[in-house]
């Protein structure tokens, strides 16, 4: 089984201009990124996905595969199918560029236990909330599954609504995607739905034209870098970590 690692890596980020190459203890957070990606075994290799040439300089620098994708590329998905189209995989695992705290045990659990080349395929991962904050922020997407670990819908607000009872927790979709090359094809040729339109979740995409998505639990502390206050307590966990 082939499975590509690919991390999406833009740099006119609305709320942080420049976030892949914001300084981390010396380091630009895409490489922390790369390095976390770049220790799972299972991988066949790994690429950045950007479409900046100050990210590809980068890349050069620290002697990171990267590939060039259109500049005007809509979201991170099709830049993913983008990679596709010049890499041959069975499996292509999408890995937030935004997560330098991101474990490379994470990233193995989203890892498919067979081969589906005959129907779109997409699996992921996620954690429970705990932190009310954590809950509120619309930057979280929040997800509720079947019985089987299918997801039956993605919202930016808490669901499901505890109107009946307070047994249960939240589940946050984490940035670490498994598709196909079927799934990738669909996503790039489909249009956007009215659920997608609403939330802004490219995800529904999926789920409106009856594809599932799958998820795993995972324990995970890995922390999205959205400000710079997020970046801050990054470098703060980050300089921990490398003090004796």
Request: net charge negative; hydrophobic share 35%; proline share 6%.
């Amino acid at each position: 089984m082939k499975v590509i690692g690919v991390i999406p890596a833009r740099y006119a980020s609305s709320r942080f201009p420049g976030k892949p190459l914001a300084d981390i203890c010396g380091k630009p957070m895409i490489w922390w990124v790369y390095n976390q990606v770049t220790q799972v075994k299972e991988f066949s290799d790994v690429y950045i996905a950007t479409d900046d040439e100050r990210i590809a300089e980068c890349c050069k620098q620290y002697n990171m595969k990267y590939v060039m994708t259109g500049t005007d590329t809509p979201n991170h998905i099709h830049r993913i199918w983008e990679v596709t189209e010049l890499v041959e995989a069975d499996y292509y695992i999408s890995i937030n560029g935004d997560e330098p705290l991101i474990s490379p045990e994470n990233i193995s659990q989203a890892f498919p236990d067979r081969i589906i080349n005959d129907r779109p395929f997409f699996q992921s991962v996620y954690r429970e909330l705990k932190d009310p904050a954590e809950l509120m922020d619309i930057a979280n997407v929040k997800i509720v599954l079947n019985k089987e670990g299918a997801c039956m819908y993605q919202s930016r607000y808490p669901i499901p609504c505890p109107k009946g009872s307070l047994l249960f927790t939240y589940k946050k979709a984490i940035g670490i995607e498994c598709f196909n090359k079927k799934a990738l094809d669909f996503f790039a040729h489909a249009g956007m739905g009215t659920l997608e339109k609403i939330e802004d979740i490219d995800h529904l995409r999926f789920l409106e034209n009856g594809i599932p998505i799958y998820y795993k639990k995972i324990e995970s502390e890995s922390l999205s870098v959205d400000t710079k206050n997020d970046l801050e307590k990054v470098r703060m966990i980050i300089e921990k970590r490398l003090t004796p």
